[in-house]
């Protein structure tokens, strides 16, 4: 009787752990046929997971990520001295994508495991990687983003 009490309780502690509000931020560079995360933001905390979570959560996102980029500036110096454009290229680079013409990143947020939903935030400038570095854009090709 007592492991049947135990383990009604671990299921119950496990149940509540789950029912948790958690709230995902990340910046993406999308593709034709898919999207690559470049960057995810720390956990934004969230009351609940109905749509006021999820406005709560966008609104937390939309904060963080023009924080970290000054407001989608991919030229931004971060405060390590490099920019976030080449905070993205390097880790493209580090991910097998070493050449990136005239894409925009952007803002996403995820709220308790759902899909993830556009932010309304994107950069400002469309982001160029040659070889893993970030240059200028010189070309007025078309995006394909």
């Known amino acids: 009787m007592m492991q049947v009490f135990l383990l009604l309780l671990a299921s119950a502690a496990f149940a509540s752990a789950q ?3 958690w709230c995902r931020c990340a ?3 999308t593709y ?11 956990e934004i905390a969230i009351e609940t997971c ?8 966008k609104a937390g996102c939309v904060a963080e990520l023009t924080a970290a980029s000054d407001n989608g500036d991919l030229w931004h110096i971060t405060d390590d001295g490099q920019t976030v454009g080449q905070y993205i290229c390097s880790y493209l680079a580090d991910h097998r994508f070493f050449s990136i013409y005239n894409h925009r ?3 996403y947020y995820e709220v308790c ?10 950069s400002q400038q469309m982001l160029c990687c040659v070889s893993g570095k970030h240059e200028h854009c010189v070309s007025a090709q078309k995006s394909s983003s």
């Open 105 to 107: 990143v952007y803002g």
């Open 50 to 57: 109905d749509a006021a979570g999820a406005d709560d959560c």
């Open 32 to 42: 034709e046929h898919t999207e690559i995360m470049v960057y995810e933001a720390p």
């Open 19 to 21: 029912a948790e509000p």
């Open 113 to 122: 495991g759902g899909a993830w939903q556009y932010a309304d935030l994107l």
């Open 27 to 29: 910046a993406f560079v």
